[in-house]
């Protein structure tokens, strides 16, 4: 597995802009998928957005198309979540995640990846 750590979180207005990033030690992080999920109070974990090892392919929940863009570089270990056009309901504590199939390029949304390492959350909170 894969230490996972988000950083990026705050509070912001309605409409504005929070550019999370999720630091990883190990050397398999590279290798495998990335994701972004979140849980707002009261709710499930949701889906936000996934990225292949190779950033090959990308999908992202369609409460979050076009405001939002996952990325990631594999030379830092890392994987980013730029959110734009930040609405309340974007309330959320997210969570990055990784696994997968090592170097599997198939993944997107008709093929989840399985994700076995997860970070501890950074909370993001959009006032109207």
């Known amino acids: 597995q894969v230490h996972l750590v988000e950083s990026g979180g705050g509070l912001v207005q309605a409409g504005g802009s929070l550019r999370l990033s999720c630091a990883a030690s190990g050397r398999t992080f590279s290798k495998q998928a990335a994701g972004w999920f979140r849980q707002a109070p009261g709710k499930e974990r949701e889906f936000v957005a996934t990225?292949?090892?190779?950033?090959?392919?990308?999908c992202y929940a369609d409460s979050v198309k076009g405001r939002f863009t996952i990325s990631r570089d594999n030379a830092k270990n890392t994987v980013n979540l730029q959110m734009n056009a930040l609405k309340p309901e974007d309330t959320a504590v997210y969570y990055c995640?990784?696994?997968?199939?090592?170097?599997?390029?198939?993944?997107?949304?008709?093929?989840?990846?399985?994700?076995?390492?997860w970070g501890q959350g950074t909370q993001v909170t959009v006032s109207s």
């Open positions: 990225i292949t090892w190779s950033s090959g392919r990308t």
């Open positions: 995640a990784a696994g997968g199939a090592y170097y599997y390029s198939g993944y997107g949304c008709a093929d989840p990846p399985d994700f076995d390492s």
